[in-house]
């Protein structure tokens, strides 16, 4: 069954940096636009970042310049690379995929970012 697993969440200080990974499985990622979504603590679940099967990647604007979305299709893993990270970036972070109509998610990995 497709199944994401994220990593890569942690306590940064402001201006720095992470690399969050989301491992699929269960399916080929590489033939589906896969994204990344967050929930600061009492917020809605917002889009992030997507990649799509080719590789072109779209980004929400509070993030553009900052984040990088990438994918390894040899290994089914998705990246993003958060750089010059601030306060309010603090949250859960989710992959997700549509495949067949049905959105999958991962349990998230928490991204606080404080001093």
């Known amino acids: 069954q497709v199944q994401l697993e994220e990593s890569g969440g942690g306590l940064v200080q402001p201006g720095g940096s992470l690399r969050l990974s989301c491992a699929a499985s269960?399916?080929?990622?590489?033939?589906?636009?896969m994204s990344w979504y967050r929930q600061a603590p009492g917020k809605e679940r917002d889009w992030v970042a997507t990649?799509?099967?080719?590789?072109?990647?779209y980004y929400a604007d509070s993030m553009k310049g900052r984040f990088t979305i990438a994918r390894d299709n040899a290994k089914n893993i998705m990246y993003l690379q958060m750089n010059s990270l601030k306060p309010e970036d603090t949250a859960v972070y989710y992959c997700?995929?549509?495949?067949?109509?049905?959105?999958?998610w991962g349990q998230g990995t928490r991204v606080t970012v404080s001093s």
């Open positions: 997700k995929v549509v495949r067949a109509d049905i959105d999958y």
């Open positions: 269960g399916f080929v990622s590489s033939m589906y636009p």
């Open positions: 990649i799509s099967s080719l590789g072109s990647s």
